[in-house]
């Protein structure tokens, strides 16, 4: 999943379907998810990762159906799972890869002879629901998803609606997965704790709803400011934070000052806001999430000490 095309569950996914919840529902679910069930959820979403790296999309199966080099493409890159993940991707049931196997040329004959009797093209995935559900009776009761459909629900349980950005409990997920490759492959990694500056005047000033904007704001322009490997998050309410695996603490820097500067120079109305920003990296010492985010979160709270609107590195 995400990473330079590395998938974090549903990173890929930049539609802008967000459900439109209000905001003090959404502090609810942040601190409940926080208190309540995390780790629970936790475990549903280190599932759902897991899954999904290995879910194929329509478009790929279409592409596999129908052209031999893109089949030898996937045949070498998922082995000897490749077609109980194509059934997998088309049904939501596991089959054993042999029978997987003989289930997808059954399918492929089927949808030929669909399209030949038809006289127009079906697809794969009406010939593997006609084929399976008809004629095999392998499926009882088949669910029919839409793609769009899978990524709406995926993004609205993945992502926080005010700012667009990751949830807490996928940022915890991602954060112990990206420190074990980190730790495994021996590359850097750095986290980026980002906290608004004198948000509570903000509020106080220009009402909840203002702030409310400008968290808003402030998520997009995270998310148009970070590559495809980083995971933004909404770390808790007005503290955001960001996952940069295979990042130098220098680039990492780079890529804080950027946001910080942007941020700096958007405009509500009548005023303008800052962000603090603690940078911690991967090291001997730092070799844990809760020391990762120790280290940024005291980098962040010397930025504040020293000022606010800048960016700190973090010590080991
Ligand atoms: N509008 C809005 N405000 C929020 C949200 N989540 C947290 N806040 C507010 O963020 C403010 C954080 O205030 P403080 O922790 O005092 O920090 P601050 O005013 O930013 O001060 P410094 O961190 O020292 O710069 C509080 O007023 C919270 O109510 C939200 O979702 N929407």
Known sequence: MAQGSKNHTVSNDNSNSNLHRNNSKSNDRISNA???????????????IEVDENTLSLAELEFIANDKKVHNCYKEKYKSHLYSNILMSLTHESFPENEAKALWYEIIDHMQKLNHTLGRYVGVSV???????????????????EED?????AQATTKDELTGLYLREVFNVVLKKELGEARRS????????????????????YGHQKGDEVLSKIGDTINDSVREMDLAARYGGEELAIIMP?????????????IRKKIENLTFCSFNVTVSIGLGAISKTANTTTKLIDIA???LYKAKENGKNQVVMGDE
Do not use: H, W
């Not at 021996?186 to 000033?205: H, P, R, Y």
């Open 186 to 205: 021996n590359s850097m990694l750095c986290l980026l704790m980002i906290d608004i500056d004198d948000f509570k005047n903000v509020n106080d000033t």
């Open 149 to 153: 459909k899978i990524n709406y629900v």
């Open 297 to 299: 979160d005291m980098a």
């Open 34 to 48: 926080a208190t309540n069930s995390l780790d629970n959820t936790e475990k549903q979403l280190e599932d759902i």
């Open 127 to 145: 010939a593997s629901l006609d084929y399976l559900t008809n004629i095999k009776c392998t499926l009882i009761e088949p669910k029919i998803i």
């Open 246 to 258: 295979n990042t130098t603490m220098k680039d990492a820097y780079q890529v804080g000052d950027r």
